[in-house]
């Protein structure tokens, strides 16, 4: 059993029910929502991934799209910092919102680094059974580094950073993901073809 989403803090809500099931939303799509949950370190690939998975779903006419980590702090989320309690409220959030574009039969990408098992356990909670799909993004940490896209594990190395993922921070590495990315050594098409395949084989596309 997942972890238990506290209750609102105002008693005056009710929740309203949609007119129709989701398995009649998903008739009328035709197309069943989910949330592929990317997740691994900074520079690993997530976001690059996530957007070539999601341009080949759209060549295949299914719905799709990706909430981008870094895109949500400038919004939704522009309040929050990366100590441990606000990387936590960051992931709720988007668990809520990816909870929201999966019953609309999206198929939702997310590309967080979400470090730790406790809160994208929290997330799959939210879902119904087999609607989160972990999508670990396995960069080794050299290659990541090495990449080092944004300077950060430079800055992070030299004390400019504090609380990095994967120097100062711990990461906490999925234990049984949906999906396993191992990518070194590997296309980003590749890789991307890895997730849809596993998507059409789970009946998620429509032929």
Same mark, same amino acid.
């Given at each position: 059993?997942?972890?238990?989403?506290? *209750?609102?803090?105002?008693? @005056?809500?009710? !929740?309203?029910?949609? @007119?129709?099931?989701?398995?009649?939303?998903?008739?009328?799509?035709? /197309?069943?929502?989910?949330?592929? !949950?990317?997740?691994?370190?900074?520079?690993?690939? $997530?976001?690059? =991934?996530?957007?070539?998975?999601?341009?080949?779903?759209? #060549?295949?006419?299914?719905?799709?799209?990706? =909430? #981008?980590? #870094?895109?949500?702090?400038?919004?939704?989320?522009? #309040?929050?910092?990366?100590?441990?309690?606000?990387?936590?409220?960051?992931?709720?959030? =988007?668990?809520?919102? *990816? $909870?929201?574009?999966?019953?609309?039969?999206?198929?939702?990408?997310? *590309?967080?680094?979400?470090? %730790?098992?406790?809160?994208?356990?929290?997330?799959? /909670?939210?879902?119904?059974?087999?609607?989160?799909?972990?999508?670990?993004?396995?960069?080794?940490?050299?290659?990541?580094?090495?990449?080092?896209? $944004?300077?950060? %594990?430079? $800055?992070?190395?030299?004390?400019? =950073?504090?609380?990095?993922?994967?120097?100062?921070?711990? %990461?906490?590495?999925?234990?049984?993901?949906?999906?396993?990315?191992?990518?070194?050594?590997?296309?980003?098409?590749?890789?991307?073809?890895?997730?849809?395949? !596993?998507?059409?084989?789970?009946?998620?596309?429509?032929?």
């Amino acid at each position: 059993m997942g972890p238990q989403t506290p *209750a609102p803090r105002s008693q @005056n809500i009710v !929740w309203h029910h949609a @007119n129709v099931s989701p398995d009649e939303r998903a008739a009328a799509l035709g /197309a069943r929502g989910c949330v592929l !949950w990317l997740t691994g370190l900074s520079g690993s690939g $997530k976001s690059t =991934i996530g957007r070539r998975v999601e341009q080949l779903l759209l #060549d295949r006419r299914a719905h799709a799209f990706v =909430i #981008d980590g #870094d895109n949500v702090r400038h919004g939704l989320n522009r #309040d929050l910092g990366f100590g441990p309690a606000d990387r936590t409220e960051n992931i709720r959030r =988007i668990g809520e919102v *990816a $909870k929201l574009f999966s019953e609309a039969c999206v198929l939702t990408l997310t *590309a967080f680094i979400s470090p %730790y098992r406790s809160d994208r356990a929290a997330v799959r /909670a939210l879902l119904p059974p087999g609607a989160f799909v972990e999508v670990f993004i396995d960069t080794p940490l050299e290659i990541c580094e090495a990449r080092d896209p $944004k300077g950060l %594990y430079q $800055k992070a190395r030299a004390g400019e =950073i504090a609380e990095f993922t994967g120097i100062s921070a711990p %990461y906490e590495a999925p234990e049984a993901p949906e999906i396993h990315l191992r990518t070194a050594g590997r296309t980003v098409d590749d890789c991307a073809a890895e997730v849809v395949s !596993w998507l059409a084989a789970q009946g998620f596309l429509s032929a």
